[in-house]
């Protein structure tokens, strides 16, 4: 596992953007040791859902419901992974959490299939 430290959120208005970031732990050595990185969310009374990951070498993955509004990237020299939100809606809102993990996985979208979760940082977007 790794420590994961998460940065951004907030609040805005349907249309809007935001960025999100992680960071994970200094004590992690290679981008292939930690395997995928990612976001899930969650919003009130529902599951954990799947948003977007990367691969160590970079290559982007995405739930239909963000694909062409977020991009995901990665900056293996920091171990932080982005997640920039474009022309969000109010069902985007949710707390937003990073993960980490999925080796052995051929890009994993389960959140059994993460070992490493961040805190949580909320997004709320208004209509």
């Known amino acids: 596992q790794v420590t994961l430290v998460e940065s951004g959120g907030g609040a805005v208005q349907a249309g809007g953007s935001l960025s999100l970031s992680c960071t994970a732990s200094?004590?992690?050595?290679?981008?292939?040791?930690?395997?995928?990185m990612g976001w899930f969310r969650q919003a009130p009374g529902k599951e954990r859902e799947f948003v977007a990951a990367?691969?160590?070498?970079?290559?982007?993955y995405y739930a239909d419901s963000v694909k062409d509004r977020f991009t995901i990237s990665r900056n293996n020299a920091k171990n932080t992974v982005y997640l920039q939100m474009s022309s969000l809606k109010p069902e985007d809102t949710a707390v937003y959490y990073c993960?980490?993990?999925?080796?052995?996985?051929?890009?994993?979208?389960?959140?059994?299939?993460?070992?490493?979760w961040g805190q949580g940082t909320q997004v709320t977007v208004s209509s």
């Open positions: 993960t980490a993990g999925g080796l052995g996985y051929n890009f994993p979208k389960r959140s059994s299939d993460f070992g490493s």
């Open positions: 200094r004590y992690t050595f290679s981008a292939f040791s930690i395997g995928y």
């Open positions: 990367t691969a160590w070498n970079g290559s982007p």
